[in-house]
């Protein structure tokens, strides 16, 4: 069982005192008093319906979309090898905490590169990535806010946050938080959206409605969507060659609620191209906050938490970053890179 797994030893976020397993309840409690349920084989230290709902939704309906073992292509992988720094050697036996682990895209790779991974995802998008990850020994995962996790600080040797942090109220304070996790010597790997994050004004308009909607409906539309709006974008992929085709598909895109993924990962196929489609489209439309930040922002605000050897740079979703936990931290900020 996965609550017998755990590498670490599991404090209540609350009064930060070591947690004790009661089997007889299937829960974890505190001296103080604190109870923190067991559901599914999966310690659970927040309440189900909080801001992240929808991505849980989206993540359980979704499960094995995105993942490498299941397109058979690299692309997470990928993704993941140049966000590390050009290897996934770094990882292999390593205490590794993934903040906001979704379904597992990442989840997979770091296991199978020998990490001992820590998993946690404020939603319930941890059942399926216990679903997708629950076969390997050096796994475990729960349902917990980074803000207050169940974790000493300063344990993980490296801590990754890929795909969360404009999600959440305070990208700042969620930096931070993050920061804490890291040991002297480690390293933190993040990411965030930046400035000119693609927003259509049907996007705008249907996100306005949407993150006000019970979460089964939402995602109840947004496969509707995709289906409608499918063979059009589909259509026009495929005779975009012709010049005026071209021209209409490009106005499309602009105008389209749709993320629309033809031009970056045709070699999907089409069954996939649509499942990450209404995915994506369904993830734009219902994340609660979506914050932008620019590399020089994530770059002097991991100085502000004492980070070294840090590098922030435009890839990927917007702005990815690395940075290390100084060894002695009475003198941080020795090597911030411009």
């Not at 949407?210 to 995709?226: D, E, Q, Y």
């Not at 070699?267 to 995915?279: I, R, S």
Request: hydrophobic share 40%.
């Amino acid at each position: 069982m996965n609550l017998i797994r755990f590498m670490l030893q599991l404090i209540c976020p609350r009064h930060k005192s070591s947690l004790q397993y009661l089997s007889d309840e299937a829960l974890y409690c505190c001296p103080s008093g604190c109870r923190f349920p067991i559901i599914n084989e999966i310690p659970r230290f927040v309440r189900i319906d909080n801001y992240a709902a929808s991505f849980g939704v989206q993540w359980n309906e979704y499960r094995t979309t995105q993942l490498d073992s299941r397109t058979g292509l690299t692309i997470s992988r990928d993704r993941l090898i140049r966000m590390l720094g050009g290897s996934l050697d770094v990882v292999k036996g390593k205490n590794i905490l993934e903040a906001g682990c979704g379904a597992g895209r990442f989840s997979e790779i770091l296991l199978s590169a020998g990490g001992n991974l820590n998993a946690i995802d404020l939603s319930s998008a941890v059942e399926a990535n216990y679903d997708n990850c629950g076969s390997f020994k050096n796994y475990s995962v729960c349902q917990a806010n980074i803000l207050e996790l169940p974790f000493e600080p300063k344990q993980f040797d490296i801590v990754l946050c890929i795909g969360v942090i404009q999600h959440t109220p305070n990208p700042e304070q969620t930096i931070e938080a993050l920061c804490d996790q890291v040991k002297p010597g480690g390293l933190l790997v993040i990411d965030h959206y930046t400035y000119g994050y693609p927003s259509t004004f049907s996007r705008r308009l249907l996100r306005n409605l949407l993150i006000n909607s019970p979460v089964g409906i939402a995602m109840t539309f947004c496969r509707s969507l995709t289906s409608l709006l499918w063979p059009l974008h589909r259509l026009l992929w495929k005779l975009r060659k012709w010049p005026l085709i071209g021209r209409i598909r490009a106005s499309l895109l602009l105008v389209s609620p749709l993320v629309d993924y033809h031009d970056a990962y045709f070699q999907l196929g089409p069954e996939l191209l649509k499942a990450w489609t209404a995915l994506d489209t369904h993830d734009t439309l219902t994340d609660r906050y979506k914050h932008l930040r620019g590399a020089d922002e994530i770059r002097k605000h991991l100085y502000y938490c004492g980070m070294i050897d840090i590098e922030a740079y435009y890839a990927g979703n917007g702005v990815e970053a690395r940075a290390r936990k100084p060894i002695d931290e009475e003198h941080p900020g020795q090597s911030c890179q411009a």
